[in-house]
């Protein structure tokens, strides 16, 4: 079972971060759901013809990203993305926009990914917290017009 995850080994992007973005593409999708359990490392390594050590790294950058948490006996599970914006951000089990609640389904899981890579763009560009959330606020006023104060 790869949980509809899969890796192309001809990419520039790292079997890591596609394993990454793919499982938080599916939570925000709604395509796992929070308390949804995992492959084991080693059983989805086997699956994707990878590393375990590749499939560990994935697990890891997602349980510290809070999307997912790894419970002895239960082995890996699901905890939900944390709704942007919301003043519990971060808080585990919350939903992001686009999880399936609203049936948004693959437009969900593309902005998912799409906020996936922009975090990381701007925490490889030594961006703060703070100001890449400055830089998206300014490109949606730029979108809404002058005088918005939306």
């Known amino acids: 079972m790869t949980a509809g995850i899969s890796v192309d080994l001809g990419s520039p992007t790292p079997p890591y971060e596609q394993i990454r973005l793919q499982v938080s593409a599916l939570v925000a999708a709604g395509g796992l759901t929070a308390g949804t359990r995992l492959?084991?490392?080693r059983s989805l390594a086997a699956d994707l013809g990878l590393a375990a050590g590749t499939v560990?790294?994935?697990y890891r950058e997602l349980e510290q990203s809070g999307l997912i948490e790894t419970r002895r006996r239960n082995g890996t599970v699901v905890v939900g993305l944390p709704a942007?914006?919301?003043?519990?951000a971060g808080a585990p089990g919350?939903?992001?926009?686009?999880?399936?609640?609203?049936?948004?389904?693959?437009v969900g899981a593309e902005l998912g990914a799409a906020v996936e890579?922009?975090?990381q763009?701007?925490?490889?560009a030594g961006l703060?917290?703070?100001e890449l959330l400055a830089l998206v606020r300014v490109g949606l006023q730029r979108r809404r017009g002058p005088g918005s104060l939306e």
């Open 128 to 130: 703060p917290d703070e």
């Open 94 to 106: 919350s939903a992001a926009p686009g999880s399936g609640a609203s049936g948004s389904g693959a």
């Open 117 to 119: 890579r922009l975090i």
């Open 56 to 58: 560990a790294r994935a």
């Open 84 to 88: 942007y914006g919301s003043p519990d």
């Open 39 to 41: 492959p084991a490392v």
């Open 121 to 124: 763009a701007g925490a490889k």
